[in-house]
């Protein structure tokens, strides 16, 4: 596809992970220019070409040669007590400065959700925006946007009495861990190192932990911890309770083939990815 404005612009869709891999540098580059550092090349190979869902979408812009929009998602089945549900990360959107002002954000994220419905299958785009692009999604590309989720910082002996708060309903959407190969790939992201330990994953943070995982909510009635534990809360779970609040964490997706509204169980295993 090529976008006639004052420049010529072509777009490319990537969705093998071989055609991906030749526009590395490109990525890089574009990278560096948008959010202001390098690309972590052993990151960038684990989610977008380790995955063990299978390759990454991805829609790319290019003008003379240079890459200067991107649009990515990975994919990952999410389960809930009745079955598993398709879904795909998105991360790492970006366009270059130069070129902004020409609706690159919703082309090339409308490409890569065509697909998607190509495959008529029920399926999720789902991400973790920040303030400046949440309105974005919301706007040009129909996500729902959920704004009840933080995170808290709890004392690692008080993550028993979280038991009940973090009981997953039965029908709520997870990214299931217990699967070997995927607590594998989850567990070997590059940088500090973690594991799961009777279906509950602890990650080292700032001289404490982050709460990563938790397959069965009962197990943490056996967890002994030392120090601050940063927890993934809604308000709901919250009630009355008080926490310190480590910071905002924000959700948001965009439902394919699906007649019902969608329940997460979230989890930083789900989010802690890029």
């Known amino acids: 596809m090529t976008i006639d404005t004052d420049v010529t612009i072509d777009i490319l869709d990537l969705d093998r992970s071989a055609d991906l891999a030749r526009h590395r540098d490109g990525i890089a580059a574009l990278f560096a220019g948008a959010f202001g550092k390098p690309l972590d090349p052993e990151l960038w190979d684990w989610a977008y070409l380790r995955n063990p869902f299978g390759d990454a979408m991805v829609s790319v812009a290019m003008h003379q040669g240079r890459l200067i929009g991107h649009y990515a998602v990975i994919p990952l089945e999410l389960r809930n007590d009745e079955g598993g549900l398709r879904a795909y990360l998105s991360m790492t959107t970006m366009v270059d400065a130069e070129f902004r002002m020409l609706g690159l954000f919703k082309t090339l ?38 704004d009840d989720v933080r995170v808290v910082t709890v004392a690692g002996e008080e993550l028993r009495d979280l038991t009940s708060v973090l009981r997953r309903p039965s029908a709520s959407y997870f990214l299931d861990m217990d699967t070997p190969e995927v607590a594998r790939w989850r567990t070997g992201k590059p940088g500090p190192a973690w594991s799961l330990r009777d279906g509950i994953g602890l990650k080292p943070h700032a001289g404490g932990h982050d709460l990563m995982y938790v397959g069965d909510a009962a197990a943490l009635a056996d967890v002994r911890v030392s120090g601050p534990v940063n927890v993934l809360l809604d308000r709901a779970q919250l009630g009355d309770r008080s926490y310190g609040e480590a910071f905002d964490y924000r959700f948001g997706y965009r439902a394919f083939q699906l007649a019902q509204p969608v329940d997460f169980s979230l989890q930083m295993c789900l989010s802690d990815v890029f």
């Open 109 to 146: 994220a409308e490409r890569v959700y065509a697909r998607i419905e190509e495959r008529g299958a029920p399926a999720v785009v789902c991400g973790f925006p920040n303030d400046s692009s949440a309105p974005g999604f919301e706007r040009k590309l129909g996500w729902t946007i959920l």
